[in-house]
């Protein structure tokens, strides 16, 4: 096997990044050798999406692209989509293991099994209540700076719009003692900051024994030596306690920013989608995070096109918006997925007016992006150096603790490192300074 070339490829969330990376190690660590996705391979890993029509049709391009790349090759497809649609995946020529989101631990093994044999292999396997988090023992091998430590897994919400409780299963937690091993591993590794991610993040502790908490976890992640930054990837607004509020408030390494889910700003749409919040609950919990945490970056999700959303339900929205002045927006079309609620809804929205809504807020999510960049305009701001800027020669760029990206003039060896930047200029949400 120490000959064999793995390539590996990605789409959709932040997990679905973190879990590939897990598996890429796994197969390092068995002697296999990775190759970019571009390049021949000897087996093909598509980690699939599956939360809108987009990632199911982005996923099914990947797999013929592989299949394309190396007819010889063996295709392995995992992610949401194969958890939720294994037949169709095993329908597109060129596939011959099907594994979802489930057992990706033994993805060598069934990789190496499915070379010796004959005919597809379908491991894909539904979720029971009483399963735990799978813990993929590798160290994921990511970027030099940032690294992503999943915590959570699954979701016990059942919002009328999403697929992803029965992709992922129920809400499962990693053992607080096992985030803490992987996240001083990451430390020692040479990472400055550490992205905690999950599923539903928010629900963290709520499946294990004892009075474990997101808060409590973050408490004891803050006492790791060397630990500079820690960032939440995502929270839902009903899991930010007043117990959360002052842990991220109190805690130095902690980065002030948070993403938090909206979806809609219209309390009608709200409760369609059975989203547990109003628009007034939402705001008040805005003003709390803002009079505790100082400048906070704030970015959210919206959904547009919503079974039934009125002109007037989408103005409220904006408005909304507008007013709550996010630092942030990733705008979404409604997609119907099969199997939800909101999928068989009657009042469905015609295509152009989703797309002119995207339009609209999109827009209005770059305007508000420029203005929060350029509040710190002339300030000093700390920043962890991630990369080449690739659209200018000789420019590095990298992330303040609120979110905006900065660029600046640097070399090679600032990468991984926390600097100090002054920004003197802004092209749109991005910064540009030098380093002082």
């Not at 068995?30 to 571009?38: L, P, S």
């Not at 797999?63 to 194969?82: D, H, K, M, S, W």
């Not at 803050?222 to 839902?236: K, T």
């Amino acid at each position: 096997m120490a000959n064999r070339r793995v390539a590996v490829s990605t789409l959709g969330c932040k997990v679905n990044q973190y879990e590939s990376a897990s598996l890429a190690g796994l197969f390092r660590e068995r002697g296999y050798r990775i190759v970019e996705f571009e390049d021949k391979a000897d087996v093909y890993i598509i980690n699939t999406c599956t939360v809108t029509h987009l990632g199911d049709r982005k996923s099914r391009q990947l797999i013929r692209r592989a299949a394309r790349a190396n007819p010889e090759a063996l295709i392995a497809v995992t992610g949401c989509y194969a958890q939720t649609s294994p037949g169709k995946v095993l329908e597109i020529p060129g596939v011959d293991l099907v594994v979802g989101t489930r057992d990706r631990v033994k993805l060598v093994d069934l990789v190496e099994t499915a070379f010796k044999g004959k005919g597809q292999v379908n491991a894909v396997r539904s979720y029971e209540d009483n399963d735990e988090f799978e813990e993929i023992s590798s160290l994921p091998v990511q970027g030099r700076a940032r690294a992503f430590l999943k915590i959570q897994d699954g979701c016990d919400n059942i919002c009328a719009y999403c697929i992803v409780p029965r992709a992922r299963g129920p809400s499962r937690s990693r053992k607080p003692e096992k985030v803490l091993e992987m996240a001083n591993e990451l430390v020692a590794a040479g990472y400055k900051e550490i992205v905690l991610t999950g599923i539903h993040t928010g629900a963290y502790g709520r499946d294990l024994d004892g009075d474990i908490t997101l808060a409590g976890l973050l408490n004891r992640l803050a006492e790791i030596p060397g630990l500079s930054r820690m960032r939440l990837s995502s929270i839902e607004p009903n899991d930010i306690t007043l117990e959360l509020v002052e842990t991220l408030s109190g805690c130095p390494a902690f980065c002030r920013h948070l993403h938090v889910p909206l979806q809609s700003g219209d309390d009608h749409v709200l409760k369609r989608m059975v989203r547990r919040y109003t628009a007034w609950e939402y705001t008040r919990l805005v003003d709390v995070l803002r009079e505790n945490i100082a400048g906070l970056g704030l970015t959210t999700d919206v959904m547009v096109g919503f079974p039934g959303e009125t002109s007037e339900h989408f103005e409220n929205t904006y408005q909304f918006i507008k007013k709550t002045s996010f630092s942030g927006l990733h705008v979404f079309k409604f997609s119907p997925r099969q199997g939800t609620p909101a999928a068989g809804f009657p009042d469905q929205v015609e295509p152009q007016a989703k797309e002119e809504r995207s339009r609209i807020l999109i827009g209005l999510g770059k305007k508000l992006s420029a203005g929060f960049a350029n509040s710190m305009l002339h300030k000093d701001l700390e920043v962890l150096v991630e990369q080449r800027f690739q659209e200018e020669e000789g420019f590095y760029e990298g992330l303040t603790r609120n979110y905006v990206r900065v660029v600046f003039p640097g070399h090679e060896g600032l990468c991984g490192e926390i600097v100090t930047v002054r920004a003197d200029k802004a092209r749109g949400a991005i910064l540009e300074g030098i380093v002082v």
